[in-house]
Structures are given as C-alpha cells and as structure tokens.
C-alpha cells in the first residue's frame, strides 16, 4: 500500500492543455474514483501515475518516492503499480494461471513461488481451481477477475484501474462492483479508480475526484458531492442536480433563508454566506407537489421508470425546467398546473470561495 500524491500536473498535446494544474492526495489504503466525461484528462492523469507519459509540468509522488517531477521520470516497470484495463488484454493462448503469472515471469521469479503467488491472487479473486483454464473459457465477469488477479500477483503499492467494467453487461457490472468493493475491504490496496459512470464512483469510492476540462473541480466524499456541490458544473453532473437563482434573505450559520421563484425557503449553506442573489441546487426527492403554497409551475412530460413517474416541469413566468418523482399510480398528466415546494436545497459557493 502506499499514498498517491499529485502536485500541480500539467500535460498538453499540442496546443490542447489536457491536465491543468492538477492536485491529488490520496491516502494510504483509500479508494478513490476520478470520475468525468469522455475527454475530461481521466485518462491522461492515470497514464502520468502509471509511468507511461511524462508530464510538462509538476511533480508525482507514490508514498515518499518521487516518480516524477523535474528531471525525473521513473519507468512504468520501477513504479511497483499494478494496472487493469478495461479490455482485460489476456493472451488467449495461455491459460489463467499463465496469463496472471506473466508479469512474474518477466520479473524472474520462477518455480514454487511464482506458483504459490499465483494461486494466491486466483484465491484473492475467487478464482480458484481456475488455473488451467483458457479465456475463451470465461464470462466477462471472470476474465476481468484474471486481469485483477495478474494485476496483484505481482503486489502492487498501488492499483490503478481504467473504466474495467465498461465493457460487462449492466448485471455483471453489478456484481464486479460487489467484487471490487469485497476485494478492497479485504486487501486494503491503495486504488484509483477511472470512470465516467458516476453510480459505479458513488457506489465504490471512499472520495471521489470530479474532473472537467483537465481540472479536478472536487475532491470528496459521495456524500459531500451529492448534498454540497462546489460549483455549477458539479451540482449538474452529480445526480442531475438542478441548478436555480435564489435570493439570499436571510443567513443563520450553515443555513439561510431565501427566495425560491418568490417563495421562502429554508435551504443549507456554507459559511460565511452573504446575501443577495445565488444560485441554488435542488435535488429530485426533496421537490414535492403541494397544495396551496409553493410556487406555479406546469407539467411538461411524465417518464414512466418502474414503480414511478419521472415528472418534468416548468416554473411558470420562467424558462426553469425542474424535475421530480411521483409515486404509481401518478394522477398529474401532461399540462397540468400544480404547485410545488422544496423541502431542502444548497446555496452553491460563489466562484473563489
């Protein structure tokens, strides 16, 4: 195990900055998922951690060993970190246990304990008596299981993983998350974790680093991501949070009173909050339909998503798209006007705070 230190790392391909001035700390031991869209400098980060491009800029530390930085750059081979990528790359010519002992092989360890290491990780992997087996042999599940297996036979310090389970089935992605968080619990690697799905970061991470356009926008719990997000982009990208105008009325500590489309509401914020106009993100569950107080709104569309309604509408006298659930059977129909009331939102941190 060992902490994963990034500092300042800066990286352009061309005229294209894909990683500006990222920071990262993770802790020994800790999960951690980097999680953005396609083309947000996921990739290209863990491609600096693992050794395989040299950044421009700033420097990359694996416990106390600095593996690169000004004039250092430590191969990929001298890092003592394990990959797993999402193509599982098995040679289909060697059976499970050939393909997991390959990295020791190329090390030099040979005989009984390049064996017993071997079993070992199949053990780790719930791959037992696996061994003779081909790829061709598995479900995707297992050869990914292999290609984790191969990843720790050879005891990594630090693992990290690249989108492994974008090419499983939804069910089997299901149950490696199972796998991945049991092994976790159970070896305490130190991991991170590259995917642009968030309910596989949500699900797995110990923190989660939200990327866009080469910069790490928030480092944090899932939690903290979901109920305090640090900008916009966070609170639009984590659990489609809506994001709206508000009115900062009035302000008591970690919480203040302000004007939702012309309505009070007590919403959550964070000290020192002043007042004036913000920007507010509201979440699904805590929009309600109420009867005579809330703000007007109409019903635009109703998506049914088994057990219940997904409802999208629009606050009148505005260009305000909200969206929330209700429960079947769903008595709104497209066009009506209802009233709605928000039992709890968070005041977005002005930019710089």
Known sequence: MARLTVERLTKAFGAARVLDDVSLAVRDGEFVAILGPSGCGKTTLLRQVAG?????????????????????????????????????????????????????????????????????????????????????????????????????VTEPSLVLLDEPLANLDVHLRAAMEREFARFHERTGTTMLYITHDQAEAMALADRIAVMSAGRILQFATPSQLYREPADETVAAFIGEGMVVPV???????????????????????????????????????ALQVVS??????????????????????????????????????????????????????????????
Request: hydrophobic share 40%; net charge neutral; charged share 25%.
């Open 52 to 152: 395989f491009d040299k950044p421009d800029a700033g420097r990359i530390l694996i416990g106390d060993t600095e593996v690169s930085g000004a004039g250092r750059h430590v191969p990929p081979e001298r890092r003592r970190v394990g990959i797993v990528f999402q193509s599982y790359a098995l040679w289909p010519h060697m059976s499970v246990a050939e393909n997991v002992a390959y990295g020791l092989t190329v090390a030099g360890v040979a005989g009984s304990e390049r064996t017993h290491r071997v079993e070992a990780a199949l053990h780790l992997v719930d791959l037992d008596g696996y061994g003779e087996r081909t790829p061709a042999m598995l479900s995707g599940g297992q050869r990914q299981r292999v290609a984790l297996a191969r990843c720790l």
């Open 247 to 285: 009115d900062v009325r009035e302000v008591d500590g970690a919480a203040c009173v302000a004007s939702l489309f012309g309505v009070p509401v007590r919403l959550r914020c964070r000290a020192p909050q002043g007042r004036g106009a913000a920007r507010a993100c509201l979440r699904a569950e």
């Open 292 to 353: 005579g107080r809330g703000f007007a709104a109409q019903v635009q569309s109703l998506t049914y998503e088994g057990g219940r309604f997904r409802v999208e509408a629009m606050v009148e006298g505005t260009s305000e798209t909200l969206h929330f659930h209700a429960p079947e059977p769903c008595t709104l129909a497209s066009g009506a006007r209802i009233r709605l009331e928000a039992a709890d939102g968070w005041v977005i941190p002005p930019p710089g705070a």
